[in-house]
């Protein structure tokens, strides 16, 4: 099951920085907080992910919080091209040579306006 | 999304038809992952294999539905005996040592 909790829907402005919350409450010491999202048709696609240092690249920032029970993924000047469900998803890290399967949740569809 | 090739993009089979589809990982890659999306549903994960071995089964349905990802050549994933509730997007997904998760542009199966 997603041991994560976002927004079932969010809207920004074209041009404007998208902020999406997710609560993860329950995130053990060895799991990374990852961020994907789909847009309509396409597969999903990898964002960013931390452990607990902010992170940043060329798409998003990443901003978790101390006690790491919520994070927020940041779209500085989002475009209309930014509208899709962003997935907020909680992994363990590599262990034992197998990697971790990624459970999805039902995510949160930002639309970017005009 | 650079990398994961699946094929075919579009496939279409009638009931109780063999479905095959392909999935090469990006280049280094040797896990890969397969997930299944229902119409207007969320992804969900069907199973994850390395090479010549298959990891975690778990949300693969019990019958019909088989994977591999052999020593040479690409994952596929088969589905016997198509069904109207078979049509689906079906995403394949890779990772490295890097552990990150890579997914393809998706197969859609369209069972008539």
């Known amino acids: 099951d997603a041991k994560t909790t976002q927004p079932t829907s969010m809207d920004c402005a074209e041009g404007r920085a998208a902020n999406l919350p997710c609560n993860h409450s329950?995130?053990?010491?060895?799991?990374?907080v990852y961020w994907y999202r789909q847009i309509h048709s396409q597969g999903p696609q990898y964002i960013i992910h931390?452990?607990?240092n902010n992170e940043t690249n060329e798409m998003a920032s990443l901003i978790i919080t101390e006690d790491r029970k919520s994070s927020t993924l940041i779209l500085p000047h989002a475009t209309l091209r930014d509208t899709a469900v962003y997935y907020c998803?909680?992994?363990?890290?590599?262990?034992?040579?197998?990697?971790?399967?990624?459970?999805f949740g039902k995510g949160t569809l930002l639309t970017v306006n005009p | 999304n650079a990398g994961v090739m699946q094929n075919p993009r579009h496939l279409v089979r009638r009931r109780g038809q063999e479905a095959r589809l392909r999935c090469s990982p990006m280049?280094?890659?040797?896990?890969v992952y397969w997930y299944r999306q229902l119409p207007e549903e969320g992804l969900k994960f069907m199973v994850y294999l390395q090479k010549e071995n298959i990891i975690d089964e778990s949300g693969m349905p019990k019958e019909r539905f088989s994977a591999e990802f052999p020593k040479e050549g690409p994952s596929i994933l088969r589905i016997q005996q198509v069904v109207r509730g078979d049509s689906a997007a079906y995403f394949c997904a890779s990772s490295g040592q890097q552990n990150t998760i890579y997914f393809g542009e998706g197969s859609w199966l369209t069972v008539v």
């Open positions: 280049k280094g890659h040797s896990h």
């Open positions: 998803i909680v992994r363990v890290a590599n262990s034992g040579g197998s990697n971790y399967k990624l459970t």
């Open positions: 931390g452990l607990k």
């Open positions: 329950t995130i053990s010491g060895n799991e990374y």
